[in-house]
């Protein structure tokens, strides 16, 4: 009788070629489901979020360790004559979690006196000592305009976990959508406490923040936010407003109001000294 042979593939040819094209397949799919099932979650809870519209909470700080006893010196001017505005020279200061209005009419000094403040600009005479502070100028020049706040937070942040950073974001009302976008397409109130944030998470951490005319480019809304997130500031707090109703929902301390004889201190409430 003739021999019959027949041929057939080895296992391990069968195994060589199909086994890893099927589990590369395996691999790809469970990779673009669980891609689908998050993008799918950040869109829930980013839906949620813009609908509770932040019913929970006001916008606020995190916790930070910024306490200043009574009796330490917040601000101290010894002789001051910034470069523009009065010529008297101004000796003054400030203890404490003071909160300090710098008021008078368009062009009299008052961004310049901050930015003397801030260290920004030198004085003419005299010097200025304070706590580590951060300004924030009416332009919000710190925040990039081209990149997400998450990014820049986590630049600025270094060291801090994303989900701790997008906890503190929450905390200021911006939701997990917003902070992914570029800071140009945030609104004028969102921008606004983007940058606080930014301003107070550097390191020292900011105890004096100093704010120049913070109101400007906001609606009610944004105003109101920016309101209850100062009104968690622990720190002191200077600021250059023409804005009367802020200015008196701002649990103010003190006031540096220009006089055509100088600037003139006094408490909030209290005639000028």
Same mark, same amino acid.
């Given at each position: 009788?003739? &021999? ?11 195994? +060589? ?15 673009? &489901? ?20 932040? @019913? ?18 917040? =601000? ?24 300090? @209005? ?15 403040? @801030? ?5 003419? +005479? ?13 332009? =919000? ?28 974001? @929450? ?57 209850? $997130?100062?009104? +968690?500031? %622990?720190?002191?707090? $200077?600021?250059? +407003? ?9 649990? =103010? %301390? ?9 600037? $003139? ?9």
């Amino acid at each position: 009788m003739p &021999r019959i042979v027949i041929n057939f593939p080895l296992p391990t040819e069968i195994g +060589s070629n199909a086994l890893p094209q099927r589990a590369q397949q395996t691999d790809g799919a469970r990779a673009e &489901r669980n891609a689908r099932r998050r993008l799918d979650l950040e869109e829930a809870v980013g839906a949620a979020f813009d609908a509770l519209g932040g @019913a929970l909470q006001a916008p606020g700080f995190p916790r930070l360790d910024i306490a200043i006893p009574d009796g330490q010196a917040a =601000l101290v001017l010894d002789g001051l004559v910034a470069r523009f505005g009065p010529h008297e020279a101004l000796d003054w200061r400030a203890n404490g979690a003071a909160r300090i @209005a710098i008021c008078g009419p368009n062009g009299c000094g008052k961004s310049t006196l901050l930015r003397t403040v @801030a260290g920004d600009i030198a004085p003419l +005479s005299g010097t200025v000592r304070r706590l580590p502070c951060v300004l924030l100028d009416q332009q =919000l020049g710190m925040l990039d305009a081209c990149t997400g706040v998450l990014d820049q937070l986590r630049a600025a942040a270094t060291g801090t976990a994303q989900g701790r950073l997008r906890q503190v974001l @929450a905390l200021a009302g911006l939701g997990p959508t917003r902070i992914l976008r570029p800071a140009r397409e945030l609104s004028g109130g969102e921008r606004m406490r983007a940058a606080l944030l930014l301003g107070v998470l550097q390191t020292p951490t900011p105890r004096l923040l100093l704010l120049d005319e913070p109101t400007n480019h906001l609606d009610l809304a944004g105003i109101e936010a920016l309101e209850a $997130m100062l009104a +968690s500031w %622990t720190g002191a707090l $200077m600021v250059v +407003s023409h804005d009367a109703r802020f200015l008196e929902r701002l649990d =103010l %301390t003190h006031r540096l109001d220009w006089s055509a004889h100088g600037w $003139m201190a006094s408490r909030a409430g209290a005639a000028p000294e």
